[in-house]
């Protein structure tokens, strides 16, 4: 998983004996490492586990994308897959001027519409044999299709999840458990993640638990996490940024429709309607209107066709009311500093938003901005007032040097609002206050590092404090306890060390105000991060989310270890590579219990660590129930150290019937 699917809170670790093979053995699990290397413009997230962390940057760059921030921290919550992304903003000198063209200049800009990703529906609601809940059960084919991206030359090929891009949407209530089943009909191998689920470590995506061409896997998501957006995309190792520019990429919306969150605030609803995804990515095309393709690059692949849903520079048609975006940036190697901008009478003015929610979900309050920093892997979601804007266009703009991207003639435009000028009732609001943000408990008052991590090129290499995600015997770079908090530092070692907050750019209010998985590193930048191992346990990814610097081994894994004397048993497991009918297999993996209780093993671990006794021993024991073949463990077993870097075929995935 990337960092932030390993560290988050809530994150499963590992005990490794053997490289990968026995950790894979859970039925239809994926295990997942993504590659992290150090980028010009890298991300670093945390998304599996169910990791708090609090973050401190240090840098003259404003490129450094800390999640919430307490005072001078800013902190955030690693759900399940710690996956920490680590966006380095660019070794060097950020780009001046603006580029010529790469790709054949784009003439139709804003004459085409927003395509909306449809709605992903099961393929069937199974009865979990153990809790009596709804599983609901879906089919996926990853498979090649065609786009016209220019209308004057030829198709380009693309590879998505049902032959679309971006996928589709799924929309999953709070606390109803999903089983993906993902049929690999493309050209290379593949691995999902599903970035900002505190997903168990097999079914997280770990880079070398692949599918190959002709096969399939299911991956299990528990959903019991806050409202939030997240996205899947493809992580296979080697081959990440390549097959995510190709179009391996959706959005995945956890909905919570109790009193606590979401509904009763009021927001503007409707997906598709009032409620709309927007995904950005950058891409550059060859003359014939093919791809250009991101497999031999190196360092990063910013692109000059910016994109939205996959359409480049296209217009929505909106009503004068207030609506819901939810951003992502889905681009291998871009950022963006997006503002809306009005133009009215030969004077433009910036329209002002509220940025509600982050990577994990809802802030403590609306944060009222003219302009929002998104990097790599990074969500936010805003609202926006379109009500004194009737009859008008708005444009949603990108400034120029971001960071270390380059500038091209229409990388700072990005799509266009048409307001009709009906009157509309919006019976929709942006209340003053939305939730009470869990935010993590303070290590200690006096902030002292655990662990420093540093990303660097060196002799052309992408590394984490000198190791390569190749080096299989040493890239388990830390091995936190199970319910502990730690602190890491990250440091990108391109440039001098400067405090944030007096540098470029300090943390801004909707980092401070809500719960991140990604994190923005500039040049000579250092962020500190305070994050809680739990509930799982397992080994999980951590790297760059600037995608080519992953792809080149700028990733390491960490391992939450298994306490020994909590006395739960946790080396047990089933060999899925049996085939088996669809309900029979889902109620399988079901009756392994991946998700059970996973407030009171929180509970618990709490407990544990506070007094330490056998009394909390017993406790979690009973809660737990004891483990016993057929019966699902927390803790599955693979290898910390070994001297096989070779991948290989995942024992979770099944070939495909003929």
Same mark, same amino acid.
């Given at each position: 998983?990337?960092?932030?699917?390993?560290?988050?809170? %809530?994150? !499963?670790?590992?005990?490794?004996?053997?490289?990968?093979?026995?950790?894979?053995?859970?039925?239809? $699990?994926? +295990? /997942?490492?993504?590659?992290?290397?150090?980028?010009?413009?890298?991300? #670093?997230?945390?998304?599996?586990?169910?990791?708090?962390?609090?973050?401190?940057?240090?840098?003259?760059?404003?490129?450094?994308?800390?999640?919430?921030?307490?005072? /001078?921290?800013?902190?955030?919550?690693?759900?399940?897959?710690?996956?920490?992304?680590?966006?380095?903003?660019?070794?060097?000198?950020?780009?001046? %001027?603006?580029?010529?063209?790469?790709?054949? !200049?784009?003439?139709?800009?804003?004459?085409?519409?927003?395509?909306?990703?449809?709605?992903?529906?099961?393929?069937?609601?199974?009865?979990?044999?153990?809790?009596?809940?709804?599983?609901?059960?879906?089919?996926?084919?990853?498979? *090649? #299709?065609?786009?016209?991206?220019?209308?004057?030359?030829?198709?380009?090929?693309?590879?998505?999840?049902?032959?679309?891009?971006?996928?589709?949407?799924?929309?999953?209530?709070?606390? =109803?458990?999903?089983?993906?089943?993902?049929?690999?009909?493309?050209?290379?191998?593949?691995?999902?993640?599903?970035?900002?689920?505190?997903?168990?470590?097999?079914?997280?995506?770990?880079?070398?638990?692949?599918?190959?061409?002709?096969?399939?896997?299911?991956?299990? +998501?528990?959903?019991?996490?806050?409202?939030?957006?997240?996205? +899947?995309?493809?992580?296979?190792?080697?081959?990440?940024?390549?097959?995510?520019?190709?179009?391996?990429?959706?959005?995945?919306?956890?909905?919570?429709?109790?009193?606590?969150?979401?509904?009763?605030?009021?927001?503007?609803?409707?997906?598709?309607?009032?409620?709309?995804?927007?995904?950005?990515?950058?891409?550059?095309?060859?003359?014939?209107?093919?791809?250009?393709?991101?497999?031999?690059?190196?360092?990063?692949?910013?692109?000059?066709?910016?994109?939205?849903?996959?359409?480049?520079?296209? #217009?929505?048609?909106?009503?004068?009311? @207030?609506?819901?975006?939810?951003?992502?940036?889905?681009?291998?190697?871009?950022?963006?500093?997006?503002?809306?901008?009005?133009?009215?009478?030969?004077?433009?003015?910036?329209?002002?938003?509220?940025?509600?929610?982050?990577?994990?979900?809802?802030?403590?309050?609306?944060?009222?901005?003219? *302009?929002? $920093?998104?990097?790599?892997?990074?969500?936010?979601?805003?609202? &926006?007032?379109?009500?004194?804007?009737? %009859?008008?266009?708005?444009?949603?703009?990108?400034?120029?040097?971001?960071?270390?991207?380059?500038?091209?003639?229409?990388?700072?435009?990005?799509?266009?609002?048409?307001?009709?000028?009906?009157?509309?009732?919006? !019976?929709?609001?942006?209340?003053?206050?939305?939730?009470?943000?869990?935010?993590?408990? !303070?290590?200690?008052?006096?902030?002292?590092?655990?662990?420093? #991590? /540093?990303?660097?090129?060196?002799?052309?290499?992408?590394?984490?404090?000198?190791?390569?995600?190749?080096?299989?015997?040493?890239?388990?770079?830390?091995?936190?306890?199970?319910?502990?908090?730690?602190?890491?530092?990250?440091?990108?070692?391109?440039?001098?060390?400067?405090?944030?907050?007096?540098?470029?750019?300090?943390?801004?209010? $909707?980092?401070?105000?809500?719960?991140?998985?990604?994190?923005?590193?500039?040049?000579?930048?250092?962020?500190?991060?305070?994050?809680?191992?739990?509930?799982?346990?397992?080994?999980?990814?951590?790297?760059?989310?600037?995608?080519?610097?992953?792809?080149?081994?700028?990733?390491?894994?960490?391992?939450?270890?298994?306490?020994?004397?909590?006395? +739960?048993?946790?080396?047990?497991?089933?060999?899925?590579?049996?085939?088996?009918? &669809?309900?029979?297999?889902?109620?399988?993996?079901?009756?392994?219990?991946?998700?059970? @209780?996973? *407030?009171?093993?929180?509970?618990?671990?709490?407990?544990?660590?506070?007094?330490?006794?056998?009394? &909390?021993?017993?406790?979690?024991?009973?809660?737990?129930?004891?483990?016993?073949?057929?019966?699902?463990?927390?803790?599955?077993?693979?290898? =910390?150290?070994?001297?096989?870097?070779?991948?290989? =075929?995942?024992?979770?995935?099944? /070939?495909?019937?003929?």
């Amino acid at each position: 998983m990337d960092w932030m699917s390993s560290m988050s809170s %809530g994150s !499963p670790v590992i005990k490794m004996d053997s490289p990968r093979g026995d950790l894979s053995k859970m039925p239809g $699990y994926m +295990y /997942k490492e993504s590659n992290d290397k150090l980028c010009p413009l890298s991300t #670093f997230s945390f998304a599996e586990t169910k990791t708090l962390a609090r973050i401190t940057l240090v840098s003259p760059w404003f490129s450094h994308f800390l999640g919430l921030s307490r005072i /001078k921290m800013a902190s955030f919550i690693l759900s399940q897959t710690l996956l920490l992304l680590l966006v380095l903003s660019a070794v060097g000198s950020v780009s001046a %001027g603006v580029d010529k063209w790469l790709s054949p !200049p784009y003439k139709w800009t804003y004459q085409f519409p927003l395509p909306i990703p449809p709605v992903k529906a099961p393929s069937k609601t199974i009865v979990n044999p153990v809790t009596g809940k709804n599983i609901l059960y879906y089919e996926v084919e990853i498979k *090649e #299709f065609k786009s016209q991206v220019y209308p004057d030359r030829g198709p380009a090929t693309l590879w998505g999840y049902d032959g679309i891009s971006p996928g589709p949407t799924f929309i999953v209530e709070k606390g =109803t458990e999903t089983v993906v089943r993902f049929i690999n009909n493309a050209r290379l191998a593949n691995s999902v993640h599903l970035h900002g689920s505190f997903s168990l470590a097999p079914f997280d995506g770990w880079a070398e638990d692949i599918t190959p061409p002709g096969w399939y896997k299911d991956y299990y +998501y528990p959903n019991s996490q806050s409202a939030r957006t997240l996205w +899947y995309h493809d992580h296979a190792i080697d081959h990440t940024a390549e097959k995510a520019y190709y179009g391996q990429a959706g959005a995945y919306i956890l909905h919570d429709p109790s009193s606590e969150e979401e509904d009763p605030l009021n927001l503007p609803r409707g997906y598709g309607i009032y409620d709309i995804p927007l995904i950005l990515s950058a891409k550059q095309y060859a003359p014939d209107g093919s791809l250009f393709s991101p497999a031999a690059e190196t360092t990063s692949l910013y692109g000059d066709v910016i994109h939205v849903n996959d359409q480049p520079w296209p #217009f929505l048609q909106v009503e004068p009311r @207030k609506y819901r975006f939810r951003f992502l940036d889905a681009s291998i190697s871009r950022s963006f500093l997006l503002y809306f901008e009005r133009t009215s009478d030969a004077t433009t003015k910036l329209v002002p938003f509220d940025v509600m929610a982050s990577d994990a979900g809802l802030l403590a309050a609306p944060q009222r901005v003219n *302009e929002l $920093y998104m990097s790599m892997a990074e969500r936010y979601e805003v609202v &926006v007032d379109f009500g004194p804007y009737r %009859g008008e266009n708005i444009t949603l703009r990108n400034a120029r040097e971001v960071g270390a991207d380059r500038d091209h003639p229409d990388t700072d435009k990005v799509m266009k609002f048409v307001v009709s000028g009906d009157q509309v009732h919006d !019976p929709s609001n942006v209340p003053s206050t939305l939730r009470r943000v869990p935010f993590p408990k !303070p290590k200690s008052q006096v902030v002292v590092v655990d662990q420093h #991590f /540093k990303f660097e090129r060196s002799n052309g290499e992408w590394k984490i404090n000198g190791v390569s995600f190749a080096d299989v015997a040493n890239r388990v770079l830390a091995r936190p306890k199970r319910g502990t908090v730690e602190v890491w530092e990250l440091e990108d070692s391109s440039g001098g060390v400067k405090k944030r907050v007096n540098g470029k750019r300090s943390v801004l209010p $909707y980092e401070a105000q809500g719960l991140k998985d990604v994190v923005w590193l500039g040049p000579g930048e250092t962020v500190t991060v305070e994050a809680y191992y739990a509930p799982w346990d397992g080994v999980y990814m951590f790297h760059c989310h600037n995608l080519i610097h992953e792809d080149h081994e700028m990733m390491a894994a960490f391992n939450v270890s298994v306490l020994q004397d909590w006395g +739960y048993d946790e080396t047990h497991y089933i060999d899925p590579m049996e085939e088996r009918a &669809v309900e029979a297999r889902v109620k399988e993996m079901a009756g392994y219990r991946p998700y059970d @209780k996973v *407030e009171e093993v929180e509970s618990v671990l709490e407990q544990y660590w506070e007094t330490k006794t056998k009394t &909390v021993t017993t406790s979690f024991a009973t809660t737990m129930g004891p483990t016993s073949a057929g019966v699902f463990t927390t803790s599955f077993k693979t290898s =910390t150290t070994s001297s096989s870097s070779f991948t290989r =075929t995942s024992s979770t995935s099944t /070939k495909k019937k003929d």
